[in-house]
């Protein structure tokens, strides 16, 4: 064997240990694992569908309803079964229709309990607890009468507790809805004056706002929704009526006439109702220092009196 075959020999010797040293090493090597990126699911959102066949003018239920998850949000939907309950179903609803505000009717006529009706108030600034007043809030309604000259004759009491706000201005109960997202700021700079204000109102007690917002000056005044106190109204007399019911009726329609909208038919006179009670004085002959005579009479305007010498 000549040399140069040694040495080639020898080479692929070498050669051959590093490759199998590089296989070692390969084969020792642990295992590189690819990350695994997590794909986030699509986001859902709550949307409320009829869970059956619902009737045109029917009052919903929460058993009429159900929630399930919609891929993208519905403009107009509903989130919650609770914003929903105790609407009117403007149309008939075939069960799993999507609830909208097209589907219900709208209106403050749904925001009154059975007795009450909705009555609009005149206000301004002060009246209205310098405008601090929103929908949904809950007012004691005062009245101040002046009778006569003298300013000692005038009075001012509560002439209605505890009255929900429907609108104020031009701002409506149950068009803010605050679940379904932010809502944006009231602009800034100078508020527009706000004129009206409408409460929801007790029938038997309508006679008296009217006749408070004729002859005195009214003032709302705000009150914590959780407090519940109300004047007790039987605990004082009762304004006379304005209209005296017929004779000769049965107990059944004696009964029937202290019904809240039978006494707001008969109304109430106005000097009874506001708080004089007192017969009325016969005309007063006077006699002046010339030794003239004179006649006061007495001239009721609504709830104002002042005496007139003639």
Known sequence: MNKLTKILASFLILLAGCLAAFAWWLGNQKPTTTPIVAVEPAPFHT???????????????????????SPRPIPGSYHSVAHVTGRIAASDIPADTLLTEGNLLQGVALQLADGERAIALPVDELVGVGNKLDPGDYVDVFVILKQGTPAEKGHARLIASRLRV???????????????????????????????????????????????????????????????????????????????????????????????????????????????????AAPVRTTTASGTSQRAIEVIKGAQREQVRF
Do not use: C, M
Not at 50 to 66: F, M, P, Q, S, V
């Open 47 to 69: 949307v409320v569908i009829a869970a059956g066949a619902i009737t045109k003018g029917t009052r919903i239920e929460a058993n009429d309803l159900k929630v399930i998850d």
């Open 166 to 280: 429907l609108a104020y201005g031009a701002e409506v109960i149950g068009t803010i809805d605050t679940s379904r997202g932010p809502t944006l700021p009231k602009p800034q700079g100078q508020p527009a004056q706000v004129r009206t204000a409408v409460l929801a109102t007790p029938i038997e007690d309508i006679n008296s706002l009217l006749l408070a917002s004729q002859n005195g000056k009214l003032s709302l005044a705000l009150r914590h929704p959780g407090d519940a106190g109300i004047a007790s109204h039987h605990l004082f007399p009762s304004p006379d009526l304005a209209l005296a019911p017929r004779t000769g009726l049965s107990d059944e329609e004696k009964q029937s006439l202290k019904t809240p909208d039978n006494r707001a038919f008969a109304g109430i006179e106005t000097s009874s109702w506001a708080g004089d009670k007192q017969k009325r």
